[in-house]
Every structure is written in C-alpha cells, then in structure tokens.
C-alpha cells in the first residue's frame, strides 16, 4: 500500500512564523476577555454558565451518550478492519518513538492528573451516593462504584481521543498537511478549509485547549494545598501559596521547553514516580482484596459495557436522570473539551505508526493502566469504608481535594508517601503545562510541527497567568475555575459536530488510498 502522492498543501503561515494571525488574536481576545469577566463578574459569570450547561446537558445527555458509544464503536473498526495496515507516514517507516517512550506520554497527556485527582475519591463518591437503580448493600455499592469509574475513565474517552488523533495523525504525517485540524476536514471541504471555516475551528480548539489547562493547573494547585494542610505540614494554605505552586509548576513547564524532548523525559519520570506509589499502597494496603476485585470489576465491566454504555438514567425517573447528567454526560463533554489538545499531542508523537498500532495503543494499553489505578486506589478506599474502620468520607461524601491524602494517611509512611503524591501531581501537571502550550502553539502559528520554543513558552505562561487570575479572584478559591471548566465543556458541544464531520473525512480518503 503506497502513500498517496498529494502535495502538501501550504501552511496558513510561513513556518518561521510564530503566530497564524487569524487565529492567534481571536483565541487571545476570547481568553483575556472571559478570563477579565469571570474574575470581575465571578457570581454573575458562574450563574450565566451553569445556566447554559444545564441547558445542554439537559437535552443533549441523550446525543453525548449515544455519541460517545458511536466512537468506541468506530475506533474499534478502524483499528480491526482493512485499513488497519495504513502507516502514519511514508511506507515501511518506522515509529519516531519507541513503545516505552510513546506510552507514557499518552498516558500523561491524557488523563494522569486526572487519575490521581479522583483516584480514591471517585469510586467512594459512587459508593456513598450510588447511581439510582443500584442495589443496597455494601458489596453491590461497591461493585457498581467501581464499574461506573470503569466506565468513566475506560475505552470510552480513549476513543475519543482516537477519532481526533488518528484524523490528525493521518492528515499530517501520511498526507504532508500542517500539524492542525482543519486539515483533517479536507476532504470534506477542500480548498475550503484554508478560509474562514479552518480558522473558527482552530479558535475554537485554542480556547478550549487553553481553558481545560488551566482549570486543570488550578484545581491540581487546590489539590496539592488540601494535602500539605491535611498532613500538617502548613496550617490552611492560601491563595499565596496557591499562586506561587502555580508559578513554580509553569516555570518547570517552561524549563523542559528549552529541554530537547522534554515532555518525553517528563512523561518518563512522570510514570516512574507514578508507578512507585501504586506498587507501594498495592503492597501496604489490602493486596488480596485488591487484586480480587479487579478481576470481579473487569469482568462486570465488559458483561454490561453495552448497558451501561447507553444508560440514561430515563427508567429511574428524574432522580436517574439527575445523576446521569450530573456523572456520565458531564465527562464525556469534559472529554470532548479535551479531545483537541489530547488528539493534536498524540498525533504529534505517533509517527510510522500504522493505523491497528495507534488505535490499539491509544485506546486499550492507556485503558488498562487506569483500571489497574482505580483498583488498586479506588479499591483500597473503598476496603477502607466497607472493612476499615471508614474515615475517607464525611458527612456530605468524600473530600475530593484531600482524598488520597486521607488513604496515604491509613498506610505505614502516609507522611513519605503524601510527599511522593504531590511529585507525582506537580510532575503531572508540569506535562500537562507544556505539552498543552505545545498543542496551542501548533495551533495558533498555522500547523507548525516545531513551532519556535519561546512563543511555546509565552503559551506556557499564559496557562498559568490565567490559573492564577482565577485563584485568586474566586472567593473560595474555586468559584471562577469552576466557571472556566463549565465554559470548556459547553465548547464541547459545537466541537463534536467536528468530531463527526473529522470521522466522515477520515473513512472516505482511506478508502480512497485502499479500496
């Protein structure tokens, strides 16, 4: 199977250009200027914003969840049928990176803050507030705790990121077109696509790759403070030390800019640190239990994956749709927000792969690390409420900030390892930092595959300045960043119609290169 001779059609800008001008200042006037309003006008912001998320998710749930099954579905045929053989650049090349190198990156640019975030508390949310429907004992809680998160976090947002990143992947490296997505719409829209139309879609991927970062370093920040208060180690921490975790996190983002493949070394060490505290809270806590339950929840997972994965709650009345929307659609429009930075990184780092490699590797090995996270995180809290004593959740549920800590805690050395969670955290978000400034500054200087490092630097500050204004305008610290994150998920809504429009174009030229 050859490589389709096109010739690359040019970048919107001259490749030593830093910036795309019609898409760089709309995205950089979007941002300022919600980011101005939501901290001077924080109430009045968060109201208009839930306001309109409850809108879409109200009567859209029903589109985000047969949509997100839609993907699974089609990223599993890609990745079995006869395009499978496609390489991600010229024939017979080999893959820029090695597996041990391409992993982790994935892993960590995916969802790894996330993972640590709701490691413990997720599982114990599901368990002390279930999804209506569930039994009411503790074993069928537990069980349906674990399958849920299973859910949330399993194939399901990996094929999304398949849809984006595959489309990209094949764009730029098998077609010779710019790092960026309106590329992947060509054959759609041909020439088309180098208007107007290209550049609101563009925009629209900067803003939210932007504002899902910062939201991200912000409440990653929140995070790291409730742990250093809930160990003792500084007595309520506030917005001061808030800011400066911020500002350290983007000064080593931007230190491993300058690094020659920095987010390579960073993902690396990211995952080795990672990989020292699940082994240890594996061993110290109940190990059996643990690794029981994994093989039960696995097993529930894939009995009822076609269930759940269309479950809208409509047979449990409100109540099951309250919830539904509130959990389920709630992430897969987070997911979808993502899907724009996550895809564009993963496409990036994916060349001579072949189509059944990237689709295998992107949606099932990322998948299987983080069942064996929430078992062996989730599962412990949970051993702790069902057989230990409890103490992980209070009157109103589990703490989401402080959860892991109040595990580490239970554990021989809960100080020691409270010390390597917050590695592992600010290694996360250090990734996230720069391989999100990398993605927006692709985006915004035309498709650039090495855009210049000091505008990849001022993107990388930008996040954090952004995280920073909204910390320290929120009353409680979180208001405005809540805000922030509702705004990336309604971006979530329009960009799915890309999304769909992005698997049309990408079915039709491989069927034009291998009929």
Not at 89 to 94: A, K, L, N, P
Request: glycine share 12%; hydrophobic share 50%; aromatic share 12%.
């Amino acid at each position: 199977m050859s490589a389709p001779s096109t010739t690359p059609g040019p970048s919107p800008v001259h490749p030593r250009t830093a910036v795309a001008p019609r898409v760089f200042w709309p995205a950089a006037l979007v941002v300022t200027a919600f980011t101005v309003y939501a901290i001077v006008f924080r109430d009045a912001a968060a109201r208009q914003a839930k306001a309109v998320q409850d809108h879409v998710i109200g009567d859209f749930g029903w589109y985000y969840i047969v949509l997100v099954t839609l993907f699974v579905v089609f990223a599993i045929r890609l990745g079995l049928g006869r395009f499978g053989g496609i390489t991600l650049g010229d024939d017979g090349e080999r893959a820029e990176y090695s597996l041990s190198a391409w992993l982790p990156m994935l892993f960590a640019a995916g969802m790894g803050i996330g993972l640590v975030f709701w490691g413990v508390a997720e599982p114990l949310f599901h368990y002390e507030d279930p999804r209506p429907g569930v039994g009411s004992t503790p074993a069928q809680r537990a069980d349906a705790a674990m399958v849920q998160t299973f859910l949330h976090w399993g194939i399901h947002p990996w094929a999304i990121y398949v849809v984006v990143g595959l489309a990209i992947a094949y764009s730029n490296h098998r077609k010779g077109r710019p790092v960026s997505i309106r590329w992947s719409l060509e054959s759609l829209v041909g020439d088309r696509i180098r208007g107007w139309r290209g550049d609101v879609i563009d925009v629209v991927a900067v803003i939210g790759t932007v504002f899902g970062v910062a939201t991200s370093l912000g409440l990653g920040v929140l995070q790291i403070s409730a742990g250093l208060n809930y160990q003792g180690w500084l007595h309520e921490p506030g917005k001061g030390l808030q800011v400066v975790l911020v500002v350290a996190v983007t000064a080593l983002a931007t230190i491993s800019v300058a690094v020659d493949k920095g987010i390579k070394l960073l993902s690396q060490a990211n995952m080795g640190v990672a990989a020292v505290l699940l082994v240890y809270v594996l061993i110290a806590g109940p190990t059996l239990f643990i690794v029981d339950a994994l093989v039960q929840n696995l097993g529930q997972y894939l009995q009822t994956l076609p269930r759940i994965s269309l479950y809208t709650g409509a047979s449990e009345g409100p109540d099951g749709t309250a919830w539904t929307r509130q959990w389920t659609v709630f992430y897969w429009g987070w997911w979808i927000s993502w899907a724009p930075f996550v895809g564009v990184f993963i496409a990036r780092i994916s060349r001579g792969r072949t189509v059944r490699e990237f689709v295998a590797g992107v949606l099932l090995v990322p998948t299987l690390l983080t069942f064996v996270w929430f078992a062996v995180f989730g599962g412990a809290g949970l051993h702790r409420e069902m057989f230990g004593g409890g103490g992980l959740s209070g009157a109103d549920g589990p703490d989401r900030d402080s959860a892991l800590f109040a595990l580490l805690h239970t554990l021989p050395g809960g100080s020691v390892t409270a010390g390597l969670a917050i590695l592992v955290i600010v290694l996360f978000f250090v990734t996230s930092a720069d391989s999100g400034a990398l993605v927006v500054n692709m985006l915004s200087s035309g498709g650039n595959p090495e855009p210049p490092r000091w505008s990849r630097a001022f993107w990388t500050c930008a996040q954090g300045a952004v995280a920073v204004a909204l910390l320290v305008a929120s009353g409680t610290g979180a208001t405005a960043l809540t805000t922030l994150q509702t705004v990336a998920i309604l971006i979530a809504l329009p960009f799915s119609v890309v999304m769909l429009a992005m698997s049309v174009a990408l079915v039709r030229t491989f069927r034009l290169e291998a009929p």
